[in-house]
């Protein structure tokens, strides 16, 4: 009884085998071949050996002792793939629109065929060569389900198909960091000062919530708080020395405000540098409320300082309003240094930082890991960190061996 699945083996299992036939232009199969074009070309010739004839567009020509003569010649019943020329005007209309690509889904598209063609392209000719028939092919697909290939496997199905097939993550894929600068509205009092504050200022994205909560408080009092922007961008390893020896502003961990918005006059200023007066203590950072939200401030009297390009001087605030920031900042996690250094002239703004150093662990917390949260590995592999990722947090600054 014949089986109802011919190319099936003796356990019913379909398998690949090698067809009678080739596709239209190339050599047509020993034997007897049937053209799958559309024309039937069947050939055919005496032990004897006389020519066979292909009604296929193909010539048969009989080899003593077969049954049958060998095809040769290409198909006249119409070609199944794309011709040449419209093949090839097709790719070149891909290419521009891929070269031309400007959105976010033609890029994302863009960096896919880039990956493909960078990891998985014929960057160096094979030693193997060119599969010549389908039982071939069947091989290199075997090979690669053996080896647990079964994407690329999908992958090779959809070449020789030619469609677009699966698209299964490749490899360096840049891992996105799990944090972001936000940019966050600054406050820009009148004064001197005011064209040189930027309009918004970064702000670390885990910290943004409680430092806008710390701002509104202050600006409920009738206080404003003038910041610098900070960096939100790593500096190159090629225009640049070794790493700075605190890299806390580049990890988001570092408020800095406006120092040209203190010390000038008490009376317009936004910021002071004030103790209560009559103490020897260190002057420490207070916003001067103004306009309705004052009146809910106990006036004290107080002392700030005033400085100029050479000097600092204490000047008497008699009945004056001020807030400090340390008690509001800290809510938020940030501090200014203790003890705070006190300013010798104008220019002298080492006071202005607050630091945020919450979550570090003294022995633990590497640079490395605290700059992934916020960069790429390409980003910081190309920066003048990429020697410093192993420092390591030592209760006060990373540091190389902790």
Known sequence: MSSPCGPCGASGVPRLIEPETAPPGMPGPPGGGIEASGSAGVSSGPSSGPSGTSTGGGTGTGMGGSTGGQGNGSSSGGAR??????AANFADSFLTLIENASSGEALEAQDIILRRIALEGDVVPSRVGAPGNITEVAGYLN????????AMRSQVLAGILGVAGPNPPLGWLATPPQLSFVALPNDRPEGAAQPTLPLTVPVRSDFLPAVQTAIQRLHEQGCLVPLLAGPSALPSAHANG?????????????LTLAGAAACTEPSTDALALA???GSTGPFEIAA???GTGAA???PANYEALVCNASACTPAALTGAALVYLEPVFAGAGFYPASPLPQPTSSQDTRWAQLRNITGLVAGTTTLGGELALLYTSTAIAESVFAQATGWVWNGTAFAAGG
């Open 81 to 86: 793939f794309p011709n040449e020329a419209f």
């Open 143 to 150: 090979y690669l389900e053996t080896v647990g290939e079964n």
């Open 242 to 254: 070794g790493p700075p020896s605190d890299p806390l502003p580049y990890i988001g961990r570092v």
């Open 275 to 277: 103790r209560a007066q």
């Open 288 to 290: 001067i409320p103004r």
């Open 296 to 298: 809910e401030i106990t």
